[in-house]
């Protein structure tokens, strides 16, 4: 099974930033898109952002863009999430996940299309 493993979490102030990491093997990075997703306690997890595989382009939720930037290091094997102006309404657990396609489908991706997630990383923005 494909292992992907998140970092990066904390706690930060309205207005902070973070930088999540998603590590996984050479392979995966080739052949997957790597997308990541946040859920809170009572709500369905949702897509935030995508990196596709085939060629390294883009994808963010409206309530993200501008703010959240997704890159990846093949040499580190690791794909990245850039927040920056933080809300609270970020607030939740963040998830990497290994999605079956080339192209990311934008961030609506269906759980059939995910082969494997990580273990997840809380996100939490307060004062």
């Known amino acids: 099974q494909v292992q992907l493993v998140e970092s990066g979490g904390g706690l930060v102030q309205p207005g902070g930033s973070l930088r999540l990491s998603c590590t996984t093997s050479?392979?995966?990075?080739?052949?997957?898109?790597i997308g990541w997703f946040r859920q809170v306690p009572g709500k369905e997890r949702e897509g935030v952002s995508c990196?596709?595989?085939?060629?390294?382009?883009?994808s963010y939720r409206d309530s993200v863009k501008g703010r959240f930037t997704i890159s990846r290091d093949k040499a580190k094997n690791t794909v990245y999430l850039q927040m920056n102006s933080l809300r609270p309404e970020d607030t939740a657990v963040y998830y990497c996940?290994?999605?079956?396609?080339?192209?990311?489908?934008?961030?609506?991706?269906?759980?059939?299309?995910?082969?494997?997630w990580g273990q997840g990383t809380q996100v939490t923005v307060s004062s």
């Open positions: 996940a290994a999605v079956y396609l080339d192209s990311c489908p934008g961030t609506d991706i269906a759980t059939s299309l995910i082969d494997s």
């Open positions: 050479p392979y995966i990075l080739n052949y997957y898109s």
């Open positions: 990196i596709s595989s085939s060629d390294g382009s883009p």
